[in-house]
């Protein structure tokens, strides 16, 4: 097993399972030339560079190799159920997959046509969530430009087809879908209204690869004038409003990952995860979290808060660790 010992490995589990299945070792690294080859057989539902042109298959061009990979094995492994990605998988061994993701991670993902006045609506709920309903902002961890994060394989949304998004999102909202860590999606889905969930399959299909504009809210690459106006409404929507407790700040804009730990972030309360984290100064912490920090996006995604609303909410975070801030 010479190419275990040249992997770094850090994650305990990791390791067992290299142990346990020393052939999980060589699905390491895609090779997207292998992938080309080995994707003929996808062409005809997902389209020669994965830009599929029927709706009813869901375009994988421009989608994370990490996400690729999960979605595959969890065809194969039963924790996604389709019927036809069953049989599709049924042949596939680990270094497959990675070729094949490797290959449509390497692809440009084009728009599709979106109805205007439905994206407006979408393009709110994408940045700022709804908090009356309790729906946490999809930026929050589909990233501001709907890129995903390959490090906590969070999809990339952009120019997906609407009806494949309206369809798999509620799926997770019933349930059928269930293959989502933590439950992250079946939290968000399960409080969306079906205008909700057409709203942003609109917004999302309308959004081609274009150039990401970081830090700044809008897409360029979609903005048309309605696009525009949303964005402004969605970004600019509580300035007027008081300034939220850390308490209310955690509930709307943090809990989505520090409640359960998704993508590694340190669970509330959790005083072990914390204390390295205290051990910086809350300068560090506070900077940090303005400005992002591994799999977490500025502000968690919430440009609208305030640098003392944030502050706010890591000092309470802190205390339920109890730990001094
Ligand atoms: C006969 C049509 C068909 C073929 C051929 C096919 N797929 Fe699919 N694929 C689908 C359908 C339908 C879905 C959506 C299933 C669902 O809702 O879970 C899908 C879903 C996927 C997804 C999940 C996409 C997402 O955004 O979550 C991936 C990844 C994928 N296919 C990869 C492949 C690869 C790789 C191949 C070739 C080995 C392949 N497919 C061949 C029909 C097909
Ligand atoms: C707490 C993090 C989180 C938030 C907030 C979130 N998502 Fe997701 N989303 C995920 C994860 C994780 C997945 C992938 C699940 C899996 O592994 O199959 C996902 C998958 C999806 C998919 C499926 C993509 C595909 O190709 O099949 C869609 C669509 C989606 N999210 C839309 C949204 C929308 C719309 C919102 C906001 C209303 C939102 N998400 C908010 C974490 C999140
Ligand atoms: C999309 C998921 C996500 C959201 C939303 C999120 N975080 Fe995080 N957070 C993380 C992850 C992941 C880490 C660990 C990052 C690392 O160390 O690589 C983290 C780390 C932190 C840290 C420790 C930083 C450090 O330097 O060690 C603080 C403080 C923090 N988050 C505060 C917040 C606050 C406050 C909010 C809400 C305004 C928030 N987070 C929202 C994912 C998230």
Redesign the pocket.
Known sequence: MHYCRAMKITNPLLSIALLLAPVLAVQAAGDPEAGKSKSAACAGCHGPDGNSPSAEF?KIAG?HAS?IE??LK?YKEGR?ENAIMLGMVAGLSPQDMADLAAYYAAQTATASPADQKLALG?KA??WG?DTHKD????M???GPDARGNPM????T?RG?HAA??EK??KA?RAGE?N???NE??R???GK?SDK??AA??AY?SGLGAGTPAPGTPGDQAAAGPAEEEAAKEATAKPPAAASKSGDEVIKTACA??HA?G?AGAPKLGDTAAWEPRAAKGLDTLLHNSITGIGAMPPRGGHMNLSDDEVRKAVVVMLERAGLNP
């Open positions: 869901p989608q996400y999960k979605q969890d996604r979408g709920l994408h969530g729906i946490a902002a999809c929050a961890c589909h906590a394989k969070f999809p949304l997906q494949y998004t798999t999102l997770f879908r293959n989502d860590l992250m999606m939290r968000v889905a969306m909700d969930i942003v399959a999302y989505a990952c359960t998704a």
